[in-house]
């Protein structure tokens, strides 16, 4: 059995070492395509000092586990790895990594971008920003919800977040 294709952690990872891992099971990988989310130094008009992420054990995996049978269902590839990171994090520090093997680049690019879409606002993670006034939780936008329904499904965080009904 290989590595797991989801990790929620609170050590930083190693974007070369996730890829090799990712195409050496696999001799038919002809392109891996890669997204690295790092902690913004701002948000919403204010300077962001920390960002905290909670997730639960377990449940947050079996998601994101999910998420990916999707991107199997609906691309082409032939691996997938999601990791992401929880606890305390700082300015510049990475937060997620989402790589996709696949044996040709556009269906890499797509699932990847499409995995990245989905976790925006479908993981089960809670964020709490320390801004100068405070911390906030940081709730989905609008743009999220609009950039994972061009994948043609319907999120409506956003709009719950705003007290409006999902569309």
Known sequence: MGEPRVRIQSADFDLSTEVAALRAADRGVGAVVSFVGTVRDHSDGASVATMELEHY????????????????????????????????????????????????RADAFQACEFLMDYLKTQAPFWKKEQTPDGARWVDARTSDDAALARWGVEAGNAAAAAGEPAA
């Open 57 to 104: 054990p377990g449940m947050t995996e079996k998601a994101i586990d999910g998420m990916i049978d999707q991107a199997f269902a609906r691309f082409r590839i032939r691996a997938a790895r999601v990791v992401h990171r929880v606890g305390r994090l700082q300015p510049a520090d990475q937060i997620v990594l989402v790589a996709v093997a696949s044996a040709h």
